[in-house]
């Protein structure tokens, strides 16, 4: 229930409980006063009596009723001889009776009630009114139990009452809980805590929008912890690239220091192997600049359309070149429209794909097969790399793009693990999908999905 609705029914009860006791005892009051006996009686008799009261006697017969306790029995006398009223078991309204009858009756029974007879002086004497009530002695018998109606009332009451305080404490202790499980949950994402999830309301009864926003509050704690580890891996992939440059650069100064190379045409080479890697490292450390700088959605929207089949054919030819070199069978596809523009960074998604390649070829031997092909279908792109080399477990592909994490296969190899991890890390910052299929001694296949964007329409003048 939202707390918005608990607080205007808790208002409500706090109104409503107090309305409804003062109605409950007006209406008792009403209900016990001899004016409503009275007036509720007056219209009809007036009708029938021989003596009927004016307006003004009536007022005077209801000002003296007033005087008499509310919880006796009243007997209205006009004429001394006609009933005009009467609460009296043993005497009828509009009936006639003997006045001394009447008093021998009250004599006779003065010994369990207590009667008191009044005669108020009217206006206009329209009648001779007399009015008697009684009332049971109270040191003979236990006092008379409350009316019906009041205990009911009060019983009603009572239970409302309880139930609005029980509601009242439902809404406060379910607000404080929603309260103190929110701050918990802020403190912990405030301390860095993100790799456990956030406590939740163990009651789904108790949800509301405080609990709605502590799941909130989970999704941002995934969304933080993505970025950090994307982060993460992209730095660790950099550094892990930026080994290959500087081990060139350090191993050419160290042969010219040595002088191994001391021709000038070997220099000259050297230099410019050099002066590439160089280049190279500029460009990485200039990337991850770049990319520290800017989140993925932001770097997302700097990257600027530009037509993908000319980059994947060129790829395909690289493909091919190095097949040639270490005796593998390449084949190349590339079924895409020409026109085809895709927003993506050249330098990023190049080093995807030759990771996921230069993978293909070490763990395939000398003539297995390697094919790289690019299609079209709709609104995708599917880039495939497939080899028919030693293939991964199960337990391998749920692992194979964690930062760190080595197949069972390679760990003959030289490596960090990294590899995947920055192919992974690179795919999804630009907002695309990466999934793989392999068996066992079969063989691996990478397939990377590739959303083309909406074209927006430019509505003419």
Request: with cysteine; charged share 30%; glycine share 4%.
């Amino acid at each position: 229930m939202k707390i918005k609705t608990q607080f205007k029914l808790f208002i409500a009860c706090i109104i409503v409980v107090p309305l409804i006791f003062a109605s409950a005892t007006a209406l008792f009051r009403y209900y016990n006063s001899p004016d409503r006996i009275l007036m509720s009686n007056y219209r009809h008799i007036s009708k029938i009596s021989e003596a009927p009261l004016s307006q003004r006697d009536l007022r005077m017969v209801r000002e003296a009723i007033r005087h008499f306790p509310p919880e006796g029995e009243l007997l209205i006398l006009a004429n001394h001889s006609e009933i005009l009223l009467s609460t009296i078991d043993e005497f009828k309204t509009l009936a006639r009776i003997d006045v001394l009858d009447l008093y021998r009756y009250i004599r006779e029974t003065s010994g369990k009630y207590f009667y008191q007879i009044t005669s108020p002086e009217l206006l206009d004497r329209s009648a001779d009114i007399t009015l008697i009530t009684r009332m049971e002695r109270k040191k003979d018998h236990p006092p008379k139990p409350p009316h019906r109606l009041f205990q009911t009332l009060t019983f009603f009451i009572v239970i409302f009452e309880v139930i609005c305080i029980a509601f009242a404490i439902y809404v406060s202790m379910t607000i404080s809980r929603s309260i103190t499980m929110l701050e918990k949950n802020t403190e912990r994402i405030a301390g860095g805590e993100l790799d456990k999830p956030l406590e939740k309301p163990k009651d789904l009864r108790t949800t509301n929008e405080i609990t709605r926003l502590a799941e909130n509050l989970d999704k941002m704690r995934l969304a933080l912890k993505d970025e950090a580890d994307r982060r993460i891996r992209f730095v660790m992939g950099i550094s892990h690239d930026l080994r290959t440059p500087v081990a060139v650069i350090k191993g050419y100064t160290e042969a010219m220091h040595d002088g191994v190379m001391s021709d000038s045409e070997s220099q000259k080479k050297a230099l410019d192997i050099i002066s590439s890697k160089t280049s190279q490292l500029e460009t990485m450390i200039n990337t991850l600049i770049n990319f520290m700088k800017l989140d993925s959605t932001d770097w997302r929207e700097q990257l600027k359309k530009q037509r993908i089949k000319p980059f994947l054919e060129d790829f395909a030819q690289s493909c091919k070149s190095t097949g040639d070199v270490f005796k593998r069978k390449i084949t190349t596809e590339v079924s895409i429209s020409a026109e085809t523009e895709i927003p993506f960074d050249t330098q990023l998604l190049q080093r995807a794909l030759e990771n996921i390649f230069s993978n293909a070829v070490r763990y395939t031997q000398d003539g297995d097969s390697i094919s790289f092909s690019a299609k079209e279908s709709g609104s995708e792109i599917f880039i495939t790399i497939l080899d028919t080399g030693i293939g991964m477990s199960e337990d391998d592909l749920e692992h194979i793009f964690d930062l760190f994490y080595r197949a069972t296969g390679s760990r003959r190899e030289e490596g960090m693990g990294i590899g995947l991890s920055v192919v992974k890390n690179i795919i999804e910052t630009h907002g695309w999908n990466i999934s793989v299929q392999s068996k066992k001694d079969e063989g691996s296949a990478f397939t990377i999905t590739i959303h083309k964007p909406i074209p927006v329409l430019v509505k003419r003048d």
